[in-house]
């Protein structure tokens, strides 16, 4: 029984590693201990780059900066004045989102949940969250979002850039109202960018591929950005990481509370860094062929233990 026990637990792994399909994906927003104090460069001045991607040359620091370490930002200009960047706010994020995707082969994907914090001060939050149909955000008086589709696409090859869209109904919760409540309302949101293998995240893979920001505000080449994700990065995503997301939007909300300050002039950017702890298709497949060595192992070493009966 024990025996017939491992033969079927081989079976369906080497049948999840050959048959994949969409299933859902958690991914993370990346934070790191040595982000502390620092924040991406709001402005595009004068003798500054301008570029909104954290540990590069222009970051800005300060004490109070960036406590929950984050990698991924949300940038507010009011007055929707594009350049000279983002002369308003920055609130870092954490939370996670689900995907329902196929990280092997690719293809149409869903997106599931949506949950982001954003701190501002240490009196200020500020709440990202997905719409649904049926969500009070969708009932036709905050704009037109919908909460559809919320889907996308994700092609699963280095040749094609790991490249990733998305196109999302969410609402921003910000400290003008009080919490909870519906501040901003965004329908189709756009995510470009990419979602690559961990075991790609390399010089080699990085050669293979012309991984950018879509949005520009890495400045650089894209030489100059692959390298920044492998010293930058790379070495700061948790050791369980398998997958690297890397999208970026940009859009004026199509909705905003009158009371806020805000209109539908301003634009809200954001970079989301995040990563995946699903294994990659070879670490499953590793998998399988060692627990069919540890099938074969355990039937040769029965036989070769002496029978009832006999003398060794």
């Known amino acids: 029984m024990k025996r017939l026990n491992l033969l079927v637990a081989f079976r369906l792994v080497l049948t999840a590693c050959t048959t994949a399909t969409a299933a859902p994906v958690e991914f993370t927003l990346v934070t790191h201990a040595e982000n502390a104090t620092l924040l991406p460069q709001p402005n595009a001045v004068q ?92 009932d036709g008086s905050h704009g037109p979002v919908n909460g559809q589709p919320n889907t996308g696409s994700y092609v699963a090859s280095g040749n094609s850039n790991w490249a990733f869209t998305a196109t999302i109904d969410w609402y921003y919760d910000t400290p003008f109202g009080q919490h909870p409540s519906i501040d901003m309302t965004f329908n189709d949101y756009q995510w470009n960018g990419f979602i690559v293998p961990i075991s790609e995240l390399t010089p080699a893979g990085m050669a293979a591929t012309a991984l950018d920001d879509f949005l520009g505000y890495f400045g650089g080449t894209s030489e100059n950005f692959e390298s920044w994700l492998l010293t930058e990065i790379a070495p700061r995503l948790p050791s369980d990481a398998q997958y690297l997301l890397f999208a970026q939007g940009e859009a004026h909300p199509d909705w905003v509370d009158g009371l806020m300050g ?14 995946a702890s699903v294994p990659e298709p070879g670490t499953a497949m590793l998998l399988a062929i060692g627990l069919s060595g540890l099938i074969v192992g355990k039937r040769l070493s029965r036989k070769s233990q002496p029978q009832p009966g006999t003398i060794p």
């Open 47 to 138: 003798g500054v780059s301008g570029d909104h991607l954290l540990r590069t040359a222009d970051d800005i620091t300060g004490a109070s900066y960036n406590p929950s370490e984050c990698f991924s930002f949300n940038f507010m200009n009011p007055a929707g004045v594009s350049p000279p960047g983002y002369a308003e706010g920055i609130h870092s994020m954490t939370g996670s989102f689900v995907l329902d995707v196929d990280l092997v082969a690719g293809g149409a994907l869903g997106i599931n949940e949506l949950a982001f914090d954003g701190f501002i001060t240490l009196t200020k939050s500020a709440y990202q969250r997905l719409v649904k149909t049926g969500d009070r955000a969708a």
């Open 262 to 275: 805000m209109t539908t002039d301003g634009i809200v950017g954001q970079t989301v860094i995040a990563y």
